[in-house]
């Protein structure tokens, strides 16, 4: 069984620019979703992708948007990138999309927003 | 807005020690995961409690759920090196169709020779 992967591992980028962070989900895991860990704190929810949909969001811009393919994999694209967007991002996987299902998590992107 | 609050932040102890973690809120959840994170790696899931008053036992370590599913604990017995990490504990609940996590602020943990 394969775990949750992420690319890239880490990323520099200059502010105003766009980046797109991408996730594979665990085998058999039709939902995903993405958080920002900013440093020392928890992660935050920015949103869930099930049947390829956004489901829910959390308190997070327009210009944090996301895709969900056929093979559940997932895309976060963020634009006009800004200092603060500065963060670990983490994804994860679950088996369905309920609130039961425990979620399982990618080793995460480093973005550094300069 | 829900909230998790955890305590202590920050724990340093020496092996063989005992220890307990605090997971509060004022908001009710579907159930509570427990994580340990590494530095620069993502949450490494430990524990689902569901159902209010539950205890599961993970070899040296206790989760026990309050019976409000408002609070959760993580008990340690007898520390080692190795459970040094970041501990964090996570609400799960619906907003709309999707199911978040809300984390707690988290609790690091050192456990020393």
């Known amino acids: 069984e394969t775990g949750v992967t992420q690319s890239p591992t880490h990323l520099i980028k200059t502010r105003g620019q766009q980046v797109t962070l991408r996730c594979s989900s665990q085998?058999?895991?039709?939902?995903v979703s993405w958080y920002q860990q900013a440093l020392g704190q928890g992660p935050q929810f920015i949103f869930q992708?099930?049947?390829?949909?956004?489901?829910g969001r959390g308190n997070f811009p327009p210009r944090f948007s996301g895709l969900q393919f056929p093979n559940y994999s997932s895309e976060l694209n963020v634009n006009a990138l800004e200092l603060d967007d500065s963060a670990l991002y983490l994804c994860a996987s679950s088996l369905l999309a309920g609130s039961y299902y425990e979620q399982y998590f990618g080793p995460g992107t480093r973005l550094t927003v300069t | 807005t829900q909230l998790l609050e955890q305590s202590p932040q920050f724990l340093s102890i020496q092996e063989g020690e005992n220890l307990t973690v605090y997971c509060n809120s004022s908001?009710?959840?579907?159930?509570l995961q427990w994580y340990r994170q590494e530095p620069g790696e993502g949450p490494v899931l430990l524990v689902t409690v569901v159902t209010g008053g539950e205890v599961k036992k993970l070899k040296r370590l206790t989760f026990q759920f309050g019976d409000a599913r408002k609070d959760s604990s993580l008990h340690i017995t007898a520390a080692q090196p190795g459970d040094t990490g970041l501990y964090l504990c996570a609400g799960a609940s619906l907003t709309g169709t999707a199911s978040k996590l809300t984390f707690g602020t988290g609790t690091r943990l050192q456990v020393t020779l």
């Open positions: 992708y099930y049947r390829e949909e956004e489901n």
């Open positions: 085998s058999g895991h039709n939902t």
């Open positions: 908001s009710v959840f579907s159930s």
